[in-house]
């Protein structure tokens, strides 16, 4: 019972004779726990009849007493707390052995242990208790994040946190990952013909939304290889960038990430505008930003966490919280805020001046940076 059970299924589909016998005798629990507890009431009430006969016969009456302290502790010793310590220290070796005697043993006496599982699945009935044994036991996504953050020695580090990047998709949505608003690098077309060649020369991106005046007025996506041959011709102006443009594609701040990623396949898209309840935006996320979610553990080591000598985090501000958990191992809330900038002033009621300290969450923080409105630098210090 005490086995591997995804151990012992990868084993089978390979064939392993014992692993066969083992997972078949396991398919039905309340045959194999019948079969077992037979024979070993059997053997222990057989050995108490014996060893009475014995004592009545050697001591009279009162050798009966110390016969049932000397078989009690024989019983316990040999037959309970060492096998099944040993079965709990070695499942794998000692069940593949027990597998070939427990199944012509089920086979030989399974009229007697059909009967006793009617009984005992009879009475589990009355008392409200269905027994399925053929029902396996699934695992949800938080035992499954459970299983792979105790694998310890099974993969590295990174790949462990990849792992658990993937298993977040479900809870994550492109709020948790998405460009923030006042980070979008737009176009705004009222903006000078020369201010909008430079900063189309200069741009790390290779989409940007193309607004007026606000990014709430998006009129459209432009893709700078495409505009980029204009760039050059004499009359390059505003309307050969209106010209160039795509329909702006909008996704609510709520959607989850793995549908976000089907919607960026099935629309054959890379790049949308985030809005809110009121339609209005609030952030973008690209189909690179959902990649980097997922391999970002496997490409680069994070910036934004440092590691002091003394234990101590130096943290960017605006990091996720998600992202600040994954790293750290961490429990910070991932309901409400979502960067730690915004965890911090939503605890504080007010943006608090370098300098600052504060008990948040289990965690003794320090204010270390501030940009105008903006907590850039944060210290947590190590937990005594």
């Keep these: 019972m005490a086995i591997n059970r995804y151990r012992l299924r990868h084993l089978a589909k390979k064939n392993h004779p014992g692993a066969v016998r083992t997972q078949k005798l396991l398919n039905r629990p309340d045959r194999l726990i019948g079969l077992i507890l037979l024979g070993n009431n059997f053997v222990n009430i057989l050995a108490s009849s014996v060893a009475t006969l014995i004592a009545l016969r050697l001591y009279g009456e009162s050798g009966i007493a110390f016969a049932t302290l000397l078989l009690t502790a024989i019983i316990l010793i040999f037959a309970e707390v060492t096998p099944k310590t040993l079965a709990t220290i070695k499942p794998q070796s000692l069940a593949f052995f027990a597998a070939w005697v427990y199944t012509p043993l089920l086979k030989l006496f399974y009229p007697l242990v059909w009967v006793i599982n009617l009984i005992a699945n009879s009475l589990l009935r009355i008392?409200?208790?269905?027994?399925?044994?053929?029902?396996?036991?699934?695992?949800?996504?938080?035992?499954?994040?459970?299983?792979v953050a105790d694998a310890h020695t099974a993969m590295p580090e990174r790949y462990k946190k990849m792992l658990l990047g993937i298993l977040d998709l479900e809870s994550a949505t492109v709020e948790d990952i998405m460009t923030p608003r006042n980070e979008i690098n737009g176009i705004d077309l009222e903006d000078p013909i020369e201010a909008i060649i430079q900063q189309i020369?200069?741009?790390?991106?290779?989409?940007?939304?193309?607004?007026?005046?606000?990014?709430?007025?998006?009129?459209?996506?432009?893709?700078?290889?495409?505009?980029?041959?204009?760039?050059?011709?004499?009359?390059?102006?505003?309307?050969?960038?209106?010209?160039?443009?795509?329909?702006?594609?909008?996704?609510?701040?709520?959607?989850?990430?793995?549908?976000?990623?089907?919607?960026?396949?099935?629309?054959?898209?890379?790049?949308?505008?985030?809005?809110?309840?009121?339609?209005?935006?609030?952030?973008?996320?690209?189909?690179?930003d959902l990649l980097h979610e997922l391999i970002s553990e496997i490409t680069a080591e994070p910036m934004e966490v440092v590691l002091n000598k003394d234990g101590s985090h130096q943290v960017d501000g605006s990091i996720t919280i998600r992202e600040l958990?994954?790293?750290?191992?961490?429990?910070?809330?991932?309901?409400?805020?979502?960067?730690?900038?915004g965890l911090i002033i939503e605890f504080m009621e007010t943006?608090?001046?370098?300098?600052?300290?504060?008990?948040?969450?289990?965690?003794?923080i320090e204010i270390i940076k501030r940009n105008g409105n903006l907590i850039t630098q944060v210290k947590f210090l190590p937990k005594n």
């Design 127 to 147: 008392l409200g208790i269905k027994n399925n044994p053929n029902n396996e036991t699934q695992l949800d996504t938080e035992e499954l994040k459970s299983i």
């Design 201 to 288: 020369k200069t741009s790390p991106s290779s989409r940007l939304p193309v607004y007026k005046k606000s990014i709430d007025k998006v009129i459209g996506i432009i893709q700078l290889r495409t505009i980029i041959i204009h760039l050059y011709s004499p009359d390059f102006c505003h309307k050969t960038i209106s010209k160039n443009l795509t329909k702006p594609y909008f996704i609510p701040n709520t959607t989850p990430l793995h549908t976000q990623i089907h919607n960026f396949k099935n629309e054959q898209l890379e790049v949308a505008l985030v809005v809110d309840e009121y339609g209005d935006v609030q952030g973008l996320v690209t189909q690179y």
């Design 325 to 341: 958990n994954r790293i750290t191992a961490w429990s910070l809330p991932t309901e409400g805020p979502k960067t730690l900038n």
């Design 351 to 364: 943006i608090p001046e370098p300098g600052t300290s504060l008990r948040l969450h289990g965690h003794t």
